[in-house]
T-cell receptor, first 114, second 113 residues
Framework: GAVVSQHPSWVICKSGTSVKIECRSLDFQATTMFWYRQFPKQSLMLMATSNEGSKATYEQGVEKDKFLINHASLTLSTLTVTSAHPEDSSFYIC??????????FGPGTRLTVT | DAKTTQPPSMDCAEGRAANLPCNHSTISGNEYVYWYRQIHSQGPQYIIHGLKNNETNEMASLIITEDRKSSTLILPHATLRDTAVYYCIVNNAGGTSYGKLTFGQGTILTVHP
């Protein structure tokens, strides 16, 4: 199989605080990991692409200083939402991929900023 | 990446085959067709992908036309648990991990008893 986990599955935080979301590939080494965001009743939007050991590539319009991505190993990537505000409330989903083949997605993290 | 067009919604009776169409008339030679589905409040689930030959796995079959301008995902015996949003995505990475997936609005498949 190809299993990707995320932690936490949901989080509530106060405005101005930072939140870290972990993404792990449990049974394979992921050359590349991706972070997506999904607002209610909308489709997934790619935020950034990260390769192990190198800086993430952000999509246009995504603030790299606000959404910090670290891909420290072939099985772990983290997304930190810094100084979160209510408009950052969303469903954050990661995916992971081997050197070839499809992306496998995590179950998602529901972030609510109050 | 080539754009895809899917019907916004479809219905299917439980136990029957669900045939989900996708148009990708601008697909180029090295682009794969991927299918994912997303059940409410969960991450997308990979279903199947192909380049030009028909493909089958334990979940579904993928039929790609000879000119590659359209494809059909077939769930042979739909169950209530197959109710989800189905996304057809064309990816230009040639099957490598560096390809970005661009999600459209997909097809909402509702399987009813």
């Amino acid at each position: 199989g190809a299993v990707v986990s995320q932690h936490p599955s949901w989080v509530i935080c106060k405005s101005g605080t930072s939140v870290k979301i972990e993404c792990r590939s449990l049974d394979f080494q992921a050359t590349t990991m991706f972070w997506y965001r999904q607002f209610p009743k909308q489709s997934l939007m790619l935020m950034a692409t990260s390769n192990e050991g190198s800086k993430a590539t952000y999509e246009q319009g995504v603030e790299k200083d606000k959404f910090l991505i670290n891909h420290a190993s072939l099985t772990l990537s983290t997304l930190t939402v810094t100084s979160a505000h209510p408009e950052d409330s969303s469903f954050y989903i990661c995916s992971a991929s081997r050197s070839t083949g499809p992306q496998y997605f995590g179950p998602g993290t529901r972030l609510t900023v109050t | 990446d080539a754009k895809t067009t899917q019907p916004p919604s479809m219905d299917c009776a439980e136990g029957r085959a669900a045939n989900l169409p996708c148009n990708h008339s601008t697909i180029s030679g090295n682009e794969y067709v991927y299918w994912y589905r997303q059940i409410h409040s969960q991450g997308p689930q990979y279903i199947i992908h192909g380049l030009k030959n028909n493909e089958t796995n334990e979940m579904a079959s993928l039929i790609i036309t000879e000119d590659r301008k359209s494809s059909t995902l077939i769930l042979p015996h739909a169950t209530l648990r197959d109710t989800a949003v189905y996304y057809c995505i064309v990816n230009n990475a040639g099957g490598t991990s560096y390809g970005k997936l661009t999600f459209g609005q997909g097809t909402i498949l509702t399987v009813h008893p």
